[in-house]
């Protein structure tokens, strides 16, 4: 019987391959949701997997830089997109 397997080491390869480009589009979609209401969203760059910001989030308003939520990076992705949402809607006329 000749059945080819494909080795582990490939397979984990190809599992985080799939998974950065899923958390790309993650990090895209926080940004263009924030973009889409006059801010920017910074992602906390910190590579410790013990550190509480890994992968968390903070708004600024670009034209001051000031912070408008997640002083300390303690946003997470659903966060950013429910205040998007809500200073979307809140901008739109009733």
Partial sequence: MNTTTTPVCE???NLH???RIVYAGEIRCVRRAARDVGLVARRSKSRFYNNKVRGSYMLIEPST???VAGFDFDLTM???LDLCDALESAATPS
């Fill in 78 to 80: 659903d966060d950013v």
């Fill in 65 to 67: 830089k000031f912070v």
């Fill in 17 to 19: 391959r799939a998974l």
């Fill in 11 to 13: 397979q984990e390869a």
